[in-house]
């Protein structure tokens, strides 16, 4: 199985901060990744797909970057409404497998 | 708007079977592979199964293999896990989603509790 590194588990920034979140793979996932965001209470939502493609209806604050096996999710202006745990998906090859989540807090 | 309501969940002892349902709704069901997620109680979230627009093709992650029956009836908009000869590690909030078969899920639902314990 692919397993995904995801970093930091836990961050804390203020309104207006540009946060990023990581995941890494253990092998190459050819840009066969997806970022969800789970607020408390609620089902998770698809910000991105494949890498960097936004999700319809998804604010433009939010980004994704990266290739191979090492991949970014962008916030570049941080909203109160942002506040959620934010979770990485490989689906490159089955199984599919998922960051471990960063939980993402307002200052 | 999409919608996907589970249902079935609660306590369950060890070795027993319990099936999870999840109702679709807002848009063409039969259009759409679909799969369960799980998580269990402060871990990461695991892939369950996935099933194809048909039925006629599913996976299954290695420890639920022989245990756990995904299906579902395009008629009624409706997916299905069967789950048998349940663990206390099968302990988990299983989550329906839209999609999984060649690519992550779009649409998730709430999710539904299952607990094994005796």
């Known amino acids: 199985d692919i397993q995904m590194t995801q970093s930091p588990s836990f961050l804390s920034a203020s309104v207006g901060d540009r946060v990023t979140i990581n995941c890494k793979a253990s092998?190459?996932?050819?840009?066969?990744l997806n970022w969800y965001q789970q607020k408390l209470g609620e089902a998770p939502k698809l910000l991105i797909y494949?890498?960097?493609n936004l999700q319809t209806g998804i604010p433009s604050r939010f980004s994704g970057s990266g290739s191979g096996t090492d991949y970014t999710l962008t916030i570049s202006s941080l909203q109160p409404e942002d506040v959620a745990t934010y979770f990485c998906l490989q689906h490159s090859s089955r199984p599919f497998t998922f960051g471990s989540g960063t939980k993402l807090e307002i200052k | 708007e999409v919608q996907l309501v589970e249902s079935g969940g609660g306590l369950v002892q060890p070795g027993r079977s319990m099936k999870l349902s999840c109702a679709a709704s807002?848009?063409?069901?039969?259009?759409?592979?679909m799969a369960w997620v799980r998580q269990a109680p402060t871990k990461g979230l695991e892939w369950v199964a996935t099933?194809?627009?048909?039925?006629?093709?599913?996976y299954y992650r290695d420890s639920v293999k022989g245990r756990f029956t995904i299906s579902r009836d395009n008629a009624k908009s409706t997916l299905y896990l069967q789950m048998n000869s349940l663990r206390s590690e099968d302990t988990a909030t299983y989550y329906c989603t839209r999609g999984g078969y060649y690519s992550g899920p779009d649409y998730w639902g709430q999710g539904v509790m299952v607990t094994v314990s005796s």
């Open positions: 494949n890498t960097n």
């Open positions: 807002g848009f063409t069901f039969s259009s759409f592979p």
């Open positions: 092998q190459n996932i050819n840009k066969y």
């Open positions: 099933i194809s627009t048909s039925g006629g093709s599913t």
